[in-house]
C-alpha cells in the first residue's frame, strides 16, 4: 500500500534535527519503505475549475502555515504501519501537523 504524507513544521530546523532525520531516511530508504521525499514551495498556486471556467490564483494564501511544506510517499503493509512511520517521523520533527493519504493505482 503507498501513502503520501505531507507535514508542516512549526519548528526551526538544527543540526540535531538534520542528524536524525538523516538517520530516520536512511532507515526508511535502505528498508524499501520510503519511495520518494522532498520539500514543497509554501505559496503555490491553487487552480480552479467551474463551470468550464479555468481560475488559477497565485499564493501566498492567508493560511499559509496549513500549507504543506514537505513530502514523504512511503510503501507500507497496512494503513497502521504506515500511520507508525507518521509518528516516528513527528517525534523527529517536533510540533505540526500532517496528513497521510492511500495513494491508489
Not at 534535527?17 to 491553487?46: D, P, R
Amino acid at each position: 500500500m503507498r501513502f503520501l504524507m505531507t507535514s508542516t513544521s512549526e519548528q526551526a530546523a538544527d543540526e540535531t534535527l538534520y542528524i536524525e532525520m538523516g538517520k530516520f531516511i536512511e532507515e526508511l530508504t535502505k528498508s524499501g519503505v520510503l519511495l520518494a521525499t522532498g520539500g514543497m514551495e509554501l505559496e503555490g498556486s491553487l487552480i480552479r475549475s467551474s463551470g468550464g471556467e479555468i481560475t488559477v490564483i497565485d499564493g501566498p494564501f492567508t493560511e499559509a502555515k496549513e500549507a504543506a511544506g514537505g513530502f514523504a510517499l512511503i510503501e507500507t503493509r497496512s494503513k497502521e504501519e504506515a500511520l507508525e512511520v507518521s509518528r516516528r517521523f513527528f517525534r523527529i520533527l517536533g510540533d505540526g501537523e500532517g496528513r497521510i493519504q492511500q495513494i491508489f493505482g
